[in-house]
């Protein structure tokens, strides 16, 4: 379900963001409660075989947390480096593992041994994303930086749906201490007016910029693809295009993400790269 899509602005987007602000009315848990399910199906949607991985990669990374944050606990420094590496050797074995057999199965051939089998590896989308953010947080932990404890916050902290495919990437003393806010609990006009802007910046730069650049840089790629030596005019036109496109639709989806998240009061952080 992109950002993009009729789907998620026209089904997704409104439904979540009409029953959040009724739930939140009662009951401030309950708000998080739900945002915290709806991203946790936004994720699902994108892909049901890697909602148990990020699902069960938040659970142990919250355990973790809490012993990190007892300082009268004895082995804290050994407990970091073992649930760093935990998280470095998931991240590994997802991204990584196929491109180091296939090399060592080139290695295999060259001295006639052979080949290990190919894994049966599927990516999980965003988990570079939501390690990354955790590991951060295991360190500020360790560091005793980590004032809010709450699962719930915590849950809705690494899974929030407009970050958590792509980024930006976030911190927790910059996310965490908003779910605590009150205020954020109710319609702010003012945010959701520079909510909607955002958006629609956002999703300009995807729909008017990156998606017309990535067609000229089709022809190059399509074109070399097929066999074709391109001229210099196209190269240089196909590599700018290229390179335009990867900014732009980064750009705008990160636009769409602070954006988004503006909705329902929370800011995201700026990346430096946007315009």
């Known amino acids: 379900m992109l950002f993009n899509s009729y789907q998620f602005i026209f089904v997704f987007l409104p ?69 760093i590496s935990l998280n470095l050797i998931l991240l590994g074995y997802f ?8 090399n060592t199965n080139e290695f295999l051939h060259i001295i006639k ?16 994303f939501f390690t990354f953010t955790q590991i951060a947080y295991l360190v500020d932990s360790y560091q005793g930086k980590v004032k809010e404890k709450s699962f719930q916050q915590y849950v809705l902290f690494v899974s929030f749906f407009p970050h958590l495919i792509a980024g ?23 945010k959701i007016s520079i ?18 650049l990535g067609s000229y840089a089709d022809i190059l790629f399509n074109g070399v693809k097929s066999g074709m030596s391109p001229k210099f005019m196209i190269s240089w036109v196909g590599s700018f295009a290229y390179s335009f496109q990867l ?26 790269l946007q315009i």
Not at 180 to 188: G, L, Q, V, W
Not at 252 to 258: K, L, Q, R, W
């Open 95 to 102: 991204k990584y593992a196929n491109f180091f057999i296939e």
């Open 195 to 212: 909510g909607i802007i955002l958006f629609t910046i956002g999703l300009a730069k995807k729909l008017l910029l990156a998606d017309p």
């Open 247 to 272: 900014y732009f639709d980064f750009s705008g989806y990160s636009d769409m993400a602070v954006g988004l998240a503006l909705l329902f009061g929370i800011w995201l952080p700026f990346n430096c």
């Open 15 to 83: 439904l979540v963001f009409a029953i959040y602000y009724l739930i939140s009315s009662k009951s401030h848990f309950g708000a998080l409660v739900w945002l915290s399910m709806a991203s946790l199906f936004f994720y699902g949607y994108w892909s049901l075989y890697s909602l148990p991985i990020l699902a069960s990669s938040i659970c142990v990374n919250y355990y973790f947390g809490l012993k990190l944050s007892d300082i009268n606990l004895k082995y804290r420094k050994y407990l970091l480096i073992s649930s």
């Open 168 to 190: 930006p990437i976030i911190h927790h003393k910059q996310m965490m201490p908003q779910f605590s806010d009150a205020k954020n609990f109710k319609i702010n006009t003012e």
């Open 113 to 128: 041994l052979e080949p290990f089998q190919i894994l049966n590896v599927v990516l999980p989308i965003g988990i570079s």
